[in-house]
C-alpha cells in the first residue's frame, strides 16, 4: 500500500495527503496536479494510440524498415489494446477527479474505508498501462529494425537502445532514491 501511494500521490503514506484534505485551497492543489497527471497521462495514451493505430493499419514502404512481420505486428496491437484501455481509465478517473470535493474525499479515506484502494488505483492504473503501451511500441521499432539488412539500420537501433535502457535505469534510480527519501521522512517525522 505504501507503494501505491508514493506512485499516487508522492507520499509513502495517506498522513500528509489527509492534511491537504483539511483546508479547501491544499485540497485545490492536491486536485489540480493529480488532474494534470491524468492530462498527460490522457495526451500520451492518445498519441500512443495513433502512432500504434498507424502502425497497425499500414504497410511499411521501406524495405530497410519491415514492421508487418509477425513479431512487430503483434506488439504493435498490443501496445494499440493498451494505449486504448489507457484511455478508457483515465477519462472516467478525470470525470471522478474534477467532480469530486473535499468533504466526499475525507469521508472515502477514513480509516478502514474500502474506497482507499480505489482511490490510489484510479491515478496509478491509467499511468501503468501507458508505461506499458510505451514500453511494446518501443520493442516492436527495436525488432522492426533489428530485422534489418543494413548496417547502418543495426547501429542506430543499438544507439537507440543504449539510450533507452540508461534512461530507463536513470528514472527507476531516481523513484527508487525518492521513494526512500520520503520513507526516511515518514519516519522522522513520528
Given at each position: 500500500?505504501?507503494?501505491?501511494?508514493?506512485?499516487a500521490?508522492?507520499?509513502p503514506?495517506?498522513?500528509?495527503?489527509?492534511?491537504?484534505?483539511?483546508?479547501?485551497?491544499?485540497?485545490?492543489t492536491?486536485?489540480s496536479?493529480?488532474?494534470?497527471?491524468?492530462?498527460?497521462t490522457?495526451?500520451?495514451?492518445?498519441?500512443?494510440?495513433?502512432?500504434s493505430?498507424?502502425?497497425?493499419?499500414?504497410?511499411s514502404?521501406v524495405?530497410?524498415?519491415?514492421?508487418?512481420?509477425p513479431a512487430?505486428?503483434?506488439?504493435?496491437?498490443?501496445?494499440?489494446?493498451?494505449?486504448?484501455?489507457?484511455?478508457?481509465i483515465?477519462?472516467?478517473?478525470?470525470?471522478?477527479?474534477?467532480?469530486?470535493?473535499?468533504?466526499?474525499?475525507?469521508?472515502?479515506?477514513?480509516?478502514?474505508?474500502?474506497?482507499?484502494?480505489?482511490?490510489?488505483?484510479?491515478?496509478?492504473?491509467?499511468?501503468?498501462?501507458?508505461?506499458f503501451?510505451?514500453?511494446?511500441?518501443?520493442?516492436?521499432?527495436?525488432?522492426?529494425?533489428?530485422?534489418?539488412?543494413r548496417?547502418?539500420?543495426?547501429?542506430?537501433t543499438v544507439?537507440?537502445?543504449?539510450?533507452?535502457?540508461?534512461?530507463?535505469?536513470?528514472?527507476l534510480m531516481?523513484?527508487?532514491?525518492?521513494?526512500?527519501?520520503s520513507?526516511?521522512?515518514?519516519r522522522?517525522?513520528?
Open positions: 500500500m505504501r507503494v501505491l501511494c508514493f506512485l500521490l508522492g507520499c503514506d495517506l498522513d500528509d495527503h489527509w492534511k491537504s484534505l483539511q483546508s479547501e485551497e491544499a485540497f485545490e492536491v486536485s496536479r493529480l488532474c494534470s497527471i491524468l492530462t498527460n490522457i495526451a500520451t495514451a492518445s498519441v500512443l494510440l495513433a502512432l493505430g498507424v502502425f497497425v493499419t499500414t504497410g514502404r524495405s530497410y524498415f519491415d514492421y508487418t512481420s512487430p505486428r503483434c506488439l504493435l496491437f498490443i501496445s494499440l489494446m493498451l494505449a486504448t484501455i489507457a484511455m478508457l483515465s477519462d472516467p478517473s478525470m470525470i471522478r477527479w474534477l467532480h469530486t470535493d473535499r468533504y466526499w474525499t475525507k469521508e472515502q479515506l477514513k480509516p478502514g474505508g474500502y474506497f482507499m484502494l480505489s482511490y490510489l488505483l484510479s491515478i496509478v492504473t491509467p499511468m501503468f498501462f501507458v508505461i503501451s510505451l514500453h511494446f511500441f518501443i520493442f516492436a521499432m527495436f525488432i522492426a529494425k533489428f530485422s534489418s539488412r548496417v547502418i539500420c543495426h547501429a542506430i544507439l537507440w537502445m543504449v539510450a533507452y535502457v540508461v534512461n530507463v535505469g536513470t528514472i531516481e523513484t527508487t532514491r525518492k521513494y526512500a527519501t520513507i526516511d521522512h515518514a522522522y517525522r513520528q
